[in-house]
């Protein structure tokens, strides 16, 4: 998406529904939650929220420049701008950054992830298929596809990437069962929080009972989130 109409568009409707932001300062670095709290559209600038968690160690600088991703209507977005100017006060922190100059639209990955907010976040269970050793995590974030765990950097490696996992005890809304399979470790990189990493997993074997279940969930969480931050 380039057309100066339709960037305006989106980032207005992000505003306007308070959508939860995610912000990487490195494009495999952690992603650290924000909010878009003010729009400029005569010049062209947005006010992002203070960065969580542990903004001490995020904190960012003009000149700097920033991935953002966001869920718009059951789609992920992102783009790519830098910070021209940081604004403190006695209570808060605001980043002031340039409109993009472009906008990619996910939907085309028909994958609709979402952040779970930091009161709503559980623990699940997971196992390598080649172990007998079963260790927590916990759930940072849902899609219809997989999930994004936080867990510590001793229990899993670069070199688990591609490997098996059994997780069990998942809890969802909205569902008397606690949810059980196997997932595919696909990516892995800091965590905001120190010694923890975060793992994205691609749940194996998807039925449509599991991905209906992940959906609502997603959507609940995302209204949450909204919540939260009105």
Same mark, same amino acid.
């Given at each position: 998406?380039?057309?100066?109409?339709?960037?305006?568009?989106?980032?207005?409707?992000?505003?306007?529904?308070?959508?939860?932001?995610?912000?990487?300062?490195?494009p495999?670095?952690?992603?650290y939650?924000?909010l878009?709290?003010?729009? =400029?559209?005569?010049q &062209?600038?947005?006010? %992002?929220?203070?960065?969580?968690? /542990?903004? #001490?160690r995020?904190? $960012?600088?003009p000149?700097?420049?920033?991935?953002?991703?966001?869920?718009?209507?059951?789609?992920?977005?992102?783009?790519?701008?830098?910070?021209?100017?940081?604004?403190?006060?006695?209570?808060?922190?605001?980043?002031?950054?340039r409109?993009p100059?472009?906008?990619?639209?996910?939907?085309r990955?028909?994958?609709?992830r979402?952040?779970?907010?930091?009161?709503?976040?559980?623990?699940?269970?997971?196992?390598?298929?080649?172990?007998?050793?079963?260790?927590?995590?916990?759930?940072? =974030?849902?899609?219809? &596809?997989?999930?994004? %765990?936080?867990?510590?950097?001793? /229990?899993i #490696?670069?070199?688990? $990437?591609?490997?098996?996992?059994?997780?069990?005890?998942?809890?969802?809304?909205?569902?008397?069962i606690?949810?059980?399979?196997?997932a595919?470790l696909?990516?892995?990189?800091?965590?905001?929080?120190p010694?923890?990493?975060?793992?994205g997993f691609?749940?194996?074997?998807?039925?449509p009972?599991?991905?209906?279940?992940l959906?609502?969930?997603s959507?609940?969480?995302?209204?949450?989130?909204r919540?939260?931050?009105?």
């Amino acid at each position: 998406m380039t057309s100066p109409a339709r960037i305006s568009a989106t980032l207005a409707d992000i505003h306007r529904h308070l959508v939860p932001l995610g912000v990487r300062l490195e494009p495999d670095g952690a992603l650290y939650n924000s909010l878009l709290a003010r729009l =400029d559209a005569i010049q &062209k600038r947005l006010y %992002l929220d203070r960065l969580t968690p /542990d903004e #001490d160690r995020a904190k $960012l600088c003009p000149g700097q420049k920033i991935g953002v991703y966001a869920n718009l209507r059951g789609h992920a977005i992102r783009f790519s701008t830098s910070v021209d100017e940081v604004l403190l006060d006695a209570e808060s922190r605001l980043y002031l950054v340039r409109y993009p100059s472009e906008i990619s639209d996910l939907r085309r990955r028909d994958v609709f992830r979402v952040h779970l907010p930091l009161s709503q976040r559980r623990h699940v269970r997971l196992q390598r298929k080649e172990s007998n050793t079963e260790f927590s995590a916990q759930i940072v =974030d849902l899609s219809v &596809k997989g999930f994004c %765990l936080e867990l510590n950097e001793a /229990d899993i #490696d670069q070199e688990q $990437l591609g490997s098996r996992f059994e997780y069990s005890g998942m809890e969802l809304p909205d569902r008397r069962i606690t949810l059980s399979g196997e997932a595919v470790l696909v990516n892995l990189r800091p965590s905001a929080r120190p010694g923890a990493l975060s793992a994205g997993f691609a749940i194996a074997n998807l039925d449509p009972q599991t991905e209906q279940s992940l959906m609502r969930a997603s959507l609940y969480y995302q209204r949450e989130a909204r919540r939260l931050r009105a």
